[in-house]
């Protein structure tokens, strides 16, 4: 049972366009979220994260929403860039599980010049 | 910022022999460190949590005689795979937390990139 999906495998979104990147969970228990950017053979890079107390964190170019009765969160970038074209995580954590994360299968962004 | 090295980036090796993998923290205390598996096109799974001075908790299905886990200072974790055959081939990237309280992050390492013949 999948805690943690990320529904769209790939989107493409044209270079200054922005970019919405979707996931959704199912244990009511998560209280702290992150996304990841990955490039092939190499290990996850942390981008931004969020805790359950709070709806929006921005940093950048990058801003999380999370939507806790909906239990979803998104990952919008704007100005999308080339260089953001990689395979970007969610991942969820819950304080009373040593914080342990749990990954969503991945959404590759490829951004057009 | 908190780096994670992995040691070696890529081995191949022939099936049925042993491979140790090695994940340091470079700047900072990690009394935590997690080993995840990266089969290609798929999402990280978490394969163990590896708990500085005591035992490794390990997830349902990854065999604990097969994955030994020896966390054995506060900066360095190894992996080691042994009686290796082809279907372990796979990426393997280990994460750290840092030490303390309220410290949600992990940060990973650069991945182990590993090939059984």
């Known amino acids: 049972d999948q805690q943690v999906k990320q529904n769209s495998p790939s989107l493409s979104v044209q270079e200054g366009r922005i970019s919405i990147l979707n996931c959704d969970y199912t244990n009511s228990m998560f209280d702290y979220f992150l996304w990841y950017k990955k490039y092939p053979a190499e290990g996850p890079t942390f981008l931004i994260s969020?805790?359950?107390?709070?709806d929006k964190n921005e940093d950048g170019r990058f801003t999380v929403f999370l939507n806790k009765s909906a239990k979803h969160l998104s990952l919008h970038i704007v100005p999308s860039q080339p260089g953001d074209s990689a395979v970007y995580f969610c991942?969820?954590?819950?304080?009373?599980?040593?914080?342990?994360?749990?990954f969503g299968g991945g959404t590759r962004l490829m951004v057009k010049p | 910022g908190a780096v994670v090295s992995q040691h070696p980036s890529w081995v191949i090796c022939k099936s049925g022999t042993s491979v140790k993998i090695e994940c340091r923290s470079l700047?900072?205390?990690?009394?935590?460190m997690f080993w995840y598996r990266q089969f290609p096109k798929q999402s990280l799974m978490l394969m163990a949590t590896?708990?500085?001075?005591?035992?490794?908790?390990?997830e349902q299905g990854v065999e604990k005689d097969k994955f030994l886990i020896n966390h054995a200072s506060l900066t360095l974790s190894t992996l080691t795979v042994t009686s290796a055959h082809p279907e372990d081939s796979s990426f393997y990237i280990c994460?750290?937390?840092?030490?303390?309280?309220?410290?949600?992050?992990?940060?990973f390492g650069p991945g182990t990139r590993l090939t059984v013949l």
């Open positions: 991942a969820a954590s819950a304080t009373n599980a040593g914080n342990m994360l749990t």
């Open positions: 590896s708990n500085e001075g005591s035992k490794a908790t390990y």
């Open positions: 994460s750290a937390k840092e030490s303390g309280l309220g410290s949600n992050e992990q940060f």
């Open positions: 969020i805790s359950s107390i709070k």
């Open positions: 700047d900072f205390q990690a009394t935590t």
